[in-house]
């Protein structure tokens, strides 16, 4: 009752739905990349993302609250194999390398 099991939003296997800030309700599906860069996938219709927008959670699916700064759009990758995939980097807000206290909320 007194301890917590604590997922990193850099672990590929954790899925967060966020937003993007200023892109007209652009919303994602945010997961663990490589290296400290994050991936955002599985976009709504929305323009192209701006780099520099800052990306929060957007509380949809009840698991995590909206509003959380989650990170800053680096850059936005289009690929076409057969369908078109489109991807946007977004820079980690947290330091985790240098992270040594956490909040955990219930």
Same mark, same amino acid.
């Given at each position: 009752?007194?301890?917590?099991?604590?997922?990193?939003?850099?672990? %590929?296997?954790?899925? $967060?739905?966020?937003?993007?800030? +200023?892109?007209?309700?652009?919303? &994602? #599906? *945010?997961? /663990?990349?490589?290296?400290?860069?994050?991936?955002?996938?599985?976009?709504?219709?929305?323009?192209?993302?701006? %780099?520099?927008?800052? $990306?929060?959670?957007?509380?949809? +699916?009840?698991?995590?609250?909206? &509003? #959380? *700064?989650? /990170?800053?759009?680096?850059?936005?990758?289009?690929?076409?194999?057969?369908?078109?995939?489109?991807?946007?980097?977004?820079?980690?807000? $947290?330091?985790?390398?240098?992270?040594?206290?956490?909040?955990?909320?219930?």
């Amino acid at each position: 009752p007194h301890t917590s099991e604590v997922l990193l939003i850099v672990d %590929p296997s954790l899925k $967060v739905s966020c937003i993007i800030e +200023g892109e007209r309700g652009m919303k &994602g #599906i *945010l997961s /663990g990349g490589t290296d400290d860069i994050l991936v955002m996938r599985h976009f709504t219709d929305g323009a192209g993302a701006t %780099p520099g927008a800052r $990306v929060f959670t957007s509380g949809l +699916g009840g698991v995590f609250p909206s &509003g #959380i *700064l989650v /990170g800053t759009l680096v850059g936005e990758t289009r690929r076409s194999d057969g369908a078109l995939l489109r991807e946007c980097e977004v820079q980690p807000f $947290v330091d985790f390398e240098n992270l040594e206290d956490v909040f955990v909320r219930k």
